[in-house]
Every structure is written in structure tokens, then in C-alpha cells.
């Protein structure tokens, strides 16, 4: 079955950064874009930046452009969010997953992905 571990999450100050990383397993990796999604405390689950298949193009939700960086390693079957210039509103849990429907168009539908893992949590003290 479809595995995702979500790594790299803790506590940081505003305006430092974090790298999370996120293994996949039970799918073929390279087939599928791969996202990254936040839920905070009380909120829904938004999308944060997604890759398509082979990094060639990335996308990032307005909230985040800029100070994050999301990058995917096809041999280790894992993708990356790099988080700069961190802010107390990026505190949340961090989720990566493969999107299983759609199109690229609607990169930041979340119901278009799916198989959740654990989550990392990002906590952005001020």
C-alpha cells in the first residue's frame, strides 16, 4: 500500500527555515505529481506547492511564493519542501501526496490528492 513519512518539522523562530522531507512508497513515484498541503489548528487543509513528474515545473500557493522551494529526488523516491523566511502563519502540520486526479491546472484543488501520511508539524515562534 501507499506509504508517505513526513520528516523535518520542529520548532523554529520567525524569519528561519526548515527543510521537510517526505519518503513515498507502494507507488510508482516518477508518475505522479507530488504536493505539499498545511493544515493548521482549526482550519482546513490548504495547499502549499506541488512538482510535476520530473521537477520540470512547480507551482506555490501566493502565501508562500517567494520563501519556500519544493524539489523531488526520483531515485530516493522522496520530495522536498524547503522553507525559508518562515512566519508564525506558516505554523501548521505539513503533509505531502501524490495527486491522483486532475490536471496541472488545478494544482491547488485539495481533494485532488490523497493518501496522507502522518504529517511533520512546523511550529514559527514570533
Known amino acids: 500500500q501507499v506509504q508517505l513519512v513526513e520528516s523535518g518539522g520542529g520548532l523554529v523562530q520567525a524569519g528561519g527555515s526548515l527543510r521537510l522531507s517526505c519518503a513515498a512508497s507502494?507507488?510508482?513515484?516518477?508518475?505522479?505529481?507530488m504536493g505539499w498541503l498545511r493544515q493548521a489548528p482549526g482550519k482546513e487543509r490548504e495547499f502549499v506547492a506541488a512538482?510535476?513528474?520530473?521537477?520540470?515545473?512547480?507551482y506555490y500557493a501566493d502565501s508562500v511564493k517567494g520563501r519556500f522551494t519544493i524539489s523531488r529526488d526520483n531515485a530516493k523516491n522522496t520530495v522536498y519542501l524547503q522553507m525559508n523566511g518562515l512566519k508564525p502563519e506558516d505554523t501548521a502540520v505539513y503533509y505531502c501526496?501524490?495527486?491522483?486526479?486532475?490536471?496541472?491546472?488545478?494544482?491547488?484543488?485539495?481533494?485532488?490528492?490523497?493518501?496522507w501520511g502522518q504529517g511533520t508539524q512546523v511550529t514559527v515562534s514570533s
Open positions: 501526496a501524490p495527486k491522483i486526479r486532475g490536471t496541472i491546472a488545478t494544482m491547488w484543488r485539495v481533494n485532488e490528492y490523497d493518501y
Open positions: 507502494g507507488l510508482t513515484f516518477s508518475r505522479y505529481v
Open positions: 512538482i510535476t513528474w520530473s521537477g520540470e515545473s512547480t
